[in-house]
């Protein structure tokens, strides 16, 4: 009882600063919050955004609320129930459905639907379809992409080893071959000691990909049954896990410490990535070449997948059409070009600009863009729903066995993770 009113009290008194601190110029404009979080340069091209909206809308002006990205999942967590939520939020899709069935978010199939210069038939299917809720549209995506594959073109060549991305072309860019890559790409000294390593541990969602091409599945279409332990999910996760103990063409959680073998030292063949990556890889990277590709090819299929963020307008915001203008603008084909074509922090989520010149043929790296473009336009949304946090923390802990070295048999390690899984999925909801 006592630690409930002090959490009452705190989101009281939070909502009273947060109203107190962000009152209103007396200038005759319409004040919005946009919420959005990212590293500096992700932010500092949120605010780019800010700003041109701003001056193409001088009767309204928003401020951009920053808030570091350790804390934002439980900021934005308390600004709702608190009531006290800027207009607009970005939320990940990890964290859209579960919002959602709280009743945070102001339904837009109205605004759509009134609204003549926007279509959802510019936007990839999946893009659209991420972001309803029981057939509702709950929010606009934004930084949508998928999962691909850097490769460091200089380890490759002195391996005497194809492009990937040719490979790819030629339907020949397997897990096999990956595989293969990999270890010709590792190197240690005379002492056992690493000198480089051909590729990183997939995390989850890479993990869902690889099931999905050797033909398994996370979870059921319904969302609420493991299929983890099944013949298939078993083959896919004993080959990440064999990658790193068995192959030893995958740094361990201690190799790997402190970033020692990360993409951008040089001494990372292969990486499981996405393609936001890139703005980071362009600056620290000069002393070799670096492309892109998709993601392999499995024994049963392809490993595409595609996730996004979405925009969303909170429920009790006192400006629904100055808020919609906002999300239009953000999602538009200005706000796509500055982050998607000349960024590149994702894919334009709008299909036009993921297949137009610009995106496609770049002056620098990465120069394979189609890669992106084909993850989006083919990639299969994520099993994410209402339960996912509580699944990942419970799947989290049990896979930690298997890849940290504690379980070296994907079979029993599937089947405790599936056990766990389940024994949630069939609990009432923790949240």
Request: proline share 6%; with cysteine; hydrophobic share 40%.
């Amino acid at each position: 009882m006592l630690r409930g009113a002090v959490i009452r009290w705190g989101l009281a008194l939070m909502g009273l600063a947060i109203l107190v601190g962000c009152k209103s110029p007396d200038d005759g404009k319409v004040h919005l919050r946009y919420m959005a979080w990212g590293n500096v340069e992700q932010l500092a091209l949120e605010q780019q955004l800010v700003d041109s909206f701003n001056r193409q809308n001088p009767d309204l002006h928003v401020e951009l609320f920053k808030v570091p990205q350790s804390a934002y999942k439980n900021k934005m967590i308390l600004m709702f129930a608190s009531r006290t939520s800027p207009d607009v939020v970005r939320v990940d899709h990890y964290d859209f459905p579960q919002l959602a069935e709280r009743n945070y978010f102001h339904e837009l199939d109205e605004f759509i639907q009134g609204d003549l210069e926007f279509k959802l038939s510019d936007f990839f299917p999946a893009a659209v379809e991420e972001c309803k809720v029981n057939g509702k549209m709950q929010g606009l995506n934004v930084l949508f992409g998928g999962g691909i594959m850097f490769y460091n073109k200089k380890l490759l060549n002195e391996a005497g080893l194809d492009d990937p991305f040719e490979l790819y072309k030629k339907g020949e860019w397997t897990y096999a071959k990956m595989r293969e890559y990999a270890i010709k790409t590792t190197k240690y000294d005379k002492s056992g000691r690493a000198q480089q390593f051909g590729v990183n541990m997939a995390t989850m969602p890479f993990y869902f990909a690889t099931i999905q091409a050797f033909g398994g599945r996370f979870l059921n279409e319904t969302l609420d049954k493991c299929l983890l332990d099944s013949p298939e999910a078993i083959e896919a996760m004993q080959f990440l896990s064999d990658l790193r103990w068995k192959d030893k063409c995958c740094p361990t959680p201690a190799q790997g410490a402190n970033s020692a073998f990360a993409f951008e030292t040089g001494k990372l063949a292969l990486e499981f990535n996405y393609v936001g990556a890139s703005a980071r890889y362009r600056q620290m990277i000069t002393k070799f070449e670096w492309d892109i590709c998709p993601l392999p090819d499995g024994p049963k299929g392809n490993s595409l997948f595609v996730k996004g963020n979405q925009l969303i307008m909170y429920k009790e915001t006192q400006h629904p059409k100055e808020a919609w203008r906002l999300m239009k603008f953000l999602t538009g084909p200005e706000a796509e070009q500055v982050l998607y074509v000349r960024e590149r922090r994702q894919s334009p989520s709008r299909i036009a600009l993921a297949f137009s010149d610009a995106y496609l043929h770049p002056k620098t790296p990465p120069f394979n863009m189609e890669s992106v473009s084909m993850t989006v336009k083919e990639g299969t949304k994520l099993p994410i729903g209402p339960r996912w946090p509580e699944v990942m923390q419970v799947a989290g802990s049990e896979l930690d066995n298997l890849f940290a070295g504690r379980e070296k048999n994907a079979a029993e390690s599937m089947k405790s993770t599936t056990a766990a899984v389940n024994k949630l999925l069939g609990e009432e909801p923790g949240f």
